[in-house]
């Protein structure tokens, strides 16, 4: 796809500002007024492309291809921007060096995981460090004493190979992935509610089931440490390693959906999703995390208009008036604290509605039991209208829906 501007208009008022901003020295080089940045960071949120790259580096190749077109023709035709843009993209793409991430998840380090490939990432899992890549990380570790990094005991570890033009992007894609196969385990597992707990954080548990441990470590495939480089977890909980309750049925759970993801045609906004719900789970403030949760069912319902969203979160159920209401709620606590500053009441209760609506829905779309290929299909689906004409006709359709989104948890 062809980089284009989510506003045309807007990107051409601050290009004429930074093309304004720039001059072309004797030399040949440019120099720019100090402001021109204050200009380049609205442009790039103007940006819509599908480049697998990291932000710092499509914001970098943004900066690049205006420094190219001015010196060219000062920006006259802003058409070759994108153009240059979208080239300079393409030739980094190609330039990628493979990397491995070493990293720990918080189930116990006594079960065979499968391993995966998520979104060209290969993930393995080990009750161990391999050997190869040890005494590298052991060294990092203890180069950043004054952070006081270990390895969590009885974690599994795990090794994920990816293809990156950086070590940032390589970083982002296999954490987006480890990401993804968490929120499978999360939708997976039964939540069970502690009715007598003195915290309604577990009676009402929202957090990410599968954590990952304190630090992350890059590496050649040679096992060599790249430059001793680490990523701190920033929602590191140092929890107790977890036992899983029904091994087979998790394994036989992860396999099964990660075989769904590869034959899924519509992919990228499913694994957008994934990672937005897990990060949403991550967070340790409970109104953060319901603010984040509801962005996530904004992106699986792809609407940002309430009455839409409602009307979509709700197609799963038929007592649609009863969640109509739940959702209708949610929505006024939300807004309120947005635009009111009021933090909502029952918050832990808010936050496991949200993830039940979201759950039915990520089942849904991993499952695709009508085998759509688009997310417009899907759009579609959950957006059929529910006057009484049109019951029978829905409600046989909501109990295929119900077959699979039924599935006992485990």
């Not at 997310?375 to 059929?384: C, H």
Request: charged share 25%; aromatic share 10%.
């Amino acid at each position: 796809m062809k980089t284009t501007w989510i506003n045309s208009a807007y990107a051409l008022e601050l290009i004429n500002i930074i093309r304004d901003s720039y001059t072309l020295r004797p030399d040949g080089n440019l120099s720019y007024k100090i402001e021109t940045t204050f200009y380049l960071d609205p442009l790039f949120g103007l940006i819509k492309h599908s480049h697998d790259l990291d932000e710092e580096t499509l914001y970098s190749t943004l900066k690049e291809a205006i420094e190219k077109c001015y010196k060219k023709d000062k920006i006259t035709n802003t058409n070759n921007l994108t153009i240059e843009f979208d080239k300079a993209c393409h030739l980094k793409a190609t330039k990628k060096e493979e990397y491995r991430i070493i990293t720990q998840i918080n189930i116990k380090n006594i079960y065979l995981l499968p391993t995966i490939t998520i979104n060209n990432c290969r993930i393995s899992f080990h009750n161990s460090i391999p050997k190869k890549y040890q005494a590298a990380r052991d060294k990092t570790l203890l180069s950043h004493e004054d952070r006081k990094l270990k390895n969590q005991e009885n974690y599994t570890f795990v090794c994920i190979t990816t293809s990156a033009t950086n070590t940032e992007h390589a970083v982002n894609n296999a954490t987006g992935a480890l990401s993804c196969a968490r929120a499978i385990f999360q939708i997976g597992f039964k939540k069970n509610r502690q009715l007598l707990a003195q915290s309604s954080e577990y009676e009402y548990p929202t957090n990410s089931i599968i954590q990952c441990g304190q630090v992350h470590t890059l590496h050649y495939i040679s096992g060599k440490s790249v430059r001793g480089e680490c990523w701190m977890n920033p929602s590191f909980r140092n929890d107790q390693a977890l036992t899983l309750r029904s091994p087979q049925k998790t394994i036989d759970n992860l396999k099964s959906k990660i075989a769904l993801l590869k034959k899924c045609l519509y992919l990228p906004h499913l694994f957008s999703a994934l990672n937005n719900y897990v990060d949403a789970t991550d967070r340790k403030d409970p109104e953060l995390r319901f603010m984040k949760l509801w962005s996530t069912l904004e992106r699986l319902t792809m609407t940002h208009e309430s009455a839409t969203l409602i009307k979509r979160a709700s197609f799963f159920f038929q007592d649609r008036a009863l969640h109509q209401a739940i959702l209708e709620s949610l929505r006024t606590s939300r807004n309120n604290h947005i635009h009111g500053g009021h933090p909502p009441i029952n918050i832990e209760l808010k936050n496991y509605h949200l993830c039940s609506f979201i759950e039915h829905l990520l089942n849904f779309f991993i499952i695709n039991p009508f085998k759509y290929s688009t997310t417009e299909e899907l759009k579609n689906l959950i957006s059929l209208p529910t006057q009484s004409k049109n019951l029978k006709t829905q409600i046989s359709m909501l109990k295929t829906v119900q077959k699979f989104i039924g599935e006992s948890k485990h």
